[in-house]
């Protein structure tokens, strides 16, 4: 075995080996990616044209906009309404003011007077041209009414029969018919009851019917979607020129072809254009939030759209963290379209359409029905929408609001990443092939790793998945044996299934593409080492983060979690280890150490791509069936750094496998045997700590694990950083 | 120093850009590639930059291979462009000092290095100017400075004299000669014949991505009989509109 991982070395050592990995790693300099980041800055906020989007947009928008707001919130809340009456008679009218003024009486709302309409009688002045209908329906009048006298007295307080014109087509005519009929309806039944009780002192009426008016909660909701969508669509426009300019504007002014002539990766410099659109989004953003915020406040509007709280500064800064998620994808989208705009012309042509179309989605939450839940959270633009509203309104919760923000950002790195792969190509006009259906394209020549834009786009259609299959699951109602099964082949439909199905398309060999590549046994020993030193620790963390009041379940479900595990008990061990230790840990570990990994690793170093898969790692285990839990994504993180660190080290995803497979279980087969824990007393209660003896032999195992992996990798050190072996 | 053998490149399919090229350039040598429009010269130059693939053959400078370390070799070039524009936002020294990182220089070694070149190529007077109000000369010289800044072995100039007068012409004429006498290793890209005539060493003719005829200028007009660059490529021009087209992509390199 030592001889092959030598011979493996050798082609390893030479970076010439890797004829996939046509541009080889430069180190990652951050001195140098500031420098970077900070010429794509100067261009441009030096640019006047950018500063004006950032600055005096806002301040010229917001005011106006709060006038608007403000003459439609008025009159959302009782500006004095008027209903014009058309009436026939002299007579006629002094009967129907008379009885409306006995019927107001019995009339709950009548009390307010605030609120009450005026009522604005027309009469005729030549009697034989006056057509009443017509009056109304031609809209000169809001309601007709016409009063026949039963019998020759026309004075008020006679019996008559009324006759109401309302025109069809006037929500106004509506209210005032409603107006006219309930206060007719009360004098009525008013005079009913006189009559009765007259007759005998007994009578009650058979119904009695009273009518509360309520504040609704979603007060002004029309405005609460308007105030977000503004704010989301004044915030990318910021980003718009900056991205034009940066990418397209490079190709313009001929300094595209000097740019790849630099020794650097593109997605470097993308990242540094990228960085630079980003910020100046966020200060766009910032600047419109505080325009909006000061007008909100200046135009005295605050309370009167969120109620009592106001626009509080908390309430502002949860704003600016759904506005720079936001910002985060949209910028990558703008860079996406620009990178493959070869003028200013070009790339506004593709812009339009995009910020058309992300007023869309606004429209449409107007209508309602609309919340934060299920696939809403992952639906980009229309998440950070809702968001936002929920944010104003009060109602937001965890989860989805999580939920929201971590695919945004997701989206946005997978379209930062797609951006790489078309940046710079048609630096060079003659015959080049930048454009994006280019990204769609099945390759022509077989690879034995996914790119680093096919491993981050996965990994951001996968957590919407996941987080919908997740929620799927949590709601069946099916036999516990079942939904085991189940999601056991969720897991594996997911991180193997669908990715491998990627792999095929993109002529990927799948073994080497999910990192499955021989290497030294002793990586095993250490893995089953690690595997079974390891929860006590994960137990811990979880313990302290509860202690700190980090949780997510609410008692309830952390209830239906205990019911579940009472279900589990009932099951073979080995089912329960099966479907929720070993599968997940082999197909967890086959996408976030294999496939994911290996996409990293193509780009970037050692710790970047061990963090950055840890944390991925880390937040697909934040969201749960039940719900959130923000305890999880410390030890799970820190899980993943182990496990990348192994798979670093042994250039192989397999013994991260068993690392996971056998902490899993242990896990696992621990929680299965709580009794015997609360025989030695542990565990009765989560706030108990394990006993420090324990803690100090799995780290002693940790030590061994460690210093075998090593041992193992000893004339491995150069090896990593460059190519996969091929398996033989 | 630079070597290419059987430099590919073929555009759609069957638009053959460069055709089977080979040439050597060695140290302090100019290579002249000339040739009218379209005859594969920018192609050429951008596959030795490693921006464009070759379809088939290889480009190496100092025994690396293009296609196998294009990071490494993009280290060893300076592009002089004559299209190349400037980042109109910024002043020479931050522009410079951006390509000196970019390049991997530490900041004292790019700070030491951008105050030669401003004293040598005369960019004092507008080193904290913009870019945007320099004039044509002034940024070809910002240009050349740029491709300097990193003190590459290699320097490919791509119609460095378009758009110039005769004094911007000269200038760069003059950075060719000093380039030459500090050992390095130049090819210069253009179609301005009578220009090169005065500053390349060694001349490649290429036309439809093919190189017809190549040697020193003395050689050329023994091997053709022709009294200058000029007449000679006006000679190809001829047999090749005499000959069946055909027969012409059947011709091979001289």
């Known amino acids: ?728 | 120093m630079i070597k290419l053998e059987a430099l590919t490149k073929i555009y759609d399919q069957d638009v053959r850009a460069v055709d089977k090229l080979s040439l050597t350039v060695s140290k302090g040598e100019v290579y002249g590639l000339l040739g009218p429009n379209g005859a594969g010269k920018t192609t050429t130059l951008r596959m030795i930059l490693g921006l464009l693939p070759p379809t088939s053959g290889e480009a190496s400078i100092l025994g690396c291979h293009v296609s196998q370390n294009p990071l490494r070799i993009k280290k060893l070039i300076g592009l002089v462009s004559a299209s190349a524009g400037l980042y109109q936002w910024h002043t020479p020294r931050e522009l410079l000092h951006y390509f000196a990182i970019g390049f991997g220089m530490r900041p004292e070694d790019a700070f030491q290095r951008i105050h030669e070149l401003s004293d040598r190529m005369g960019l004092q007077r507008f080193l904290d100017r913009r870019c945007a109000t320099l004039s044509t000369g002034q940024a070809q010289r910002v240009n050349l400075a740029r491709a300097l800044v990193h003190d590459p072995p290699v320097v490919l100039l791509d119609e460095p004299t378009r758009g110039l007068d005769v004094v911007g012409a000269k200038v760069v004429i003059d950075f060719v000669q000093q380039l030459r006498s500090s050992n390095k290793a130049i090819v210069v890209c253009t179609h301005q014949l009578e220009e090169a005539e005065r500053f390349c060493d060694r001349f490649g003719l290429l036309h439809r991505g093919r190189l017809k005829f190549e040697g020193t200028l003395e050689e050329l007009k023994r091997e053709t009989s022709q009294p200058s660059l000029v007449e000679i490529f006006l000679q190809l021009l001829q047999e090749d509109s005499n000959q069946p087209t055909l027969s012409a992509e059947k011709g091979g390199s001289a």
């Open chain 1, 1 to 728: 075995m030592s001889s092959h991982i030598e011979a493996d070395n050798k082609t390893m050592d030479d970076p010439d080996s890797d004829s996939q990995n046509t541009e080889s790693k430069t180190p990652f300099s951050i001195a140098q990616q500031m420098e970077f980041t900070i010429k794509e800055l100067r261009e441009t906020l030096r640019d006047r044209r950018t500063i004006i989007t950032l600055l005096v947009m806002p301040l010229l928008l917001y005011p106006l906009l709060g006038f608007v707001l403000r003459l439609v919130a008025f009159q959302q809340n009782g500006v004095k309404i008027e209903y014009r009456l058309a009436i026939a008679t002299d007579e006629e009218a002094k009967w129907v003011s008379e009885a409306i003024q006995f019927g107001s009486r019995f009339v709950e709302d009548a009390n307010e007077t605030d609120s009450q309409p005026e009522l604005q009688v027309f009469l005729p002045e030549v009697q034989e041209d006056f057509d009443l209908e017509f009056l109304v329906a031609e809209s000169a009048a809001d309601l007709g009414i016409r009063v026949d006298f039963k019998g020759p007295d026309s004075s008020p307080g006679k019996n008559a029969t009324v006759q109401l014109f309302q025109n069809e087509g006037s929500s106004r005519s509506r209210d005032a018919a409603d107006f006219i009929e309930t206060r007719l309806a009360a004098a009525n039944i008013e005079l009913i009851k006189n009559w009765a009780r007259a007759k005998s002192s007994e009578f009650e009426l058979p119904i009695e019917q009273t009518r509360e008016l309520l504040q609704p909660i979603n007060k002004g909701s029309a405005i609460l979607v308007l105030m977000p969508l503004v704010l989301l669509l004044m915030t990318v426009t910021g980003g718009v020129y900056p991205a034009i300019d940066l990418t397209a504007g490079e190709r313009e002014r001929n300094t595209m072809e000097t740019l790849m002539a630099l020794p650097v990766p593109r997605f470097r410099l993308l990242l540094a254009k990228y960085v630079a659109v980003v910020t100046v989004t966020m200060l766009t953003g910032l600047m419109n939030l505080l325009a909006m915020s000061v007008t909100l406040y200046a135009l005295n509007l605050d309370k009167l759209l969120l109620g009592e709280g106001g626009f509080t500064i908390v309430l502002a800064a949860k704003l600016f963290v759904a506005l720079s998620a936001f910002a985060l994808f949209y910028s990558a989208v703008l860079l996406l379209l620009t990178s493959s705009a070869k003028s200013f012309k070009e790339a506004q042509a593709y812009l339009i359409p995009l910020l058309l179309l992300s007023i869309a989605p606004g429209l449409a939450i107007l209508m309602p029905g609309w919340n934060l839940e299920g696939t809403s959270a992952a639906i980009p633009l229309i998440n950070i929408l809702l968001l936002s509203r929920e944010l104003l309104e009060g109602t937001v919760r965890g989860l989805p609001a999580m939920v929201a923000i971590i695919s945004t950002v997701l989206y946005g790195v997978s379209a930062l990443s797609l951006a790489a792969q078309i940046f710079g190509k048609d630096a060079v006009a003659i015959g080049s092939r930048g454009r994006w259906h280019d990204l769609l394209q099945r390759p022509e020549i077989t690879s034995d790793r996914p790119s680093l834009a096919l491993a981050v786009s996965t990994l951001a259609l996968l957590f919407p998945l996941y987080f919908i299959f997740s929620g799927v699951l949590g709601r069946g109602e099916s036999e516990p044996s079942f939904r085991l099964v189940l999601s056991a082949a969720m897991t594996l439909f997911l991180f193997i299934l669908f990715p491998l199905a990627l792999l095929i398309w993109q002529r990927i060999s799948s073994g080497p593409g999910f990192g499955i590549n021989i290497t030294n046994a002793l990586f095993f020993v250490a893995a089953i080492l690690f595997g079974l030193a390891t929860w006590p620790w994960v137990f811990e963390i979880i313990v302290y983060a509860n202690g700190l009041g980090i949780r997510g379940f609410d008692p309830e479900k952390i209830k239906d979690i205990e019911v579940l595990l009472a279900q589990w008990e009932k099951l073979p061990i080995w089912l329960v280890v099966l479907c929720l230790g070993v599968v997940p840990g082999i197909c967890e570990e086959a996408f976030f150490r294999g496939f994911l990994f290996n996409g990293l690793k193509r780009e970037l170093n050692a710790t970047l791509t061990i963090l950055i898969s840890a944390l991925a790692f880390g937040l697909f285990h934040v969201v749960l069936s039940g719900g959130a839990a923000p305890e999880r994504l410390l030890p799970s993180t820190l899980m993943g750094l182990l496990l990348g660190w192994l798979a670093w080290r042994s250039n192989s995803v397999i013994p991260s496998m068993i690392l996971h497979a056998v902490h899993n279980s242990v896990l696992l087969i621990a929680v299965n045997s709580l009794d015997l824990l609360a025989e030695w007393n542990i565990g009765q209660t989560e706030q108990e700590h394990l006993p420090v003896l324990w803690l100090v032999i799995s780290a002693g195992i940790l030590a061994v694990g460690t210093a075998i992996v090593f041992w193992a990798s000893r004339k491995q050190v150069s090896q990593p950083n460059s190519a996969v072996p091929e398996t033989s």
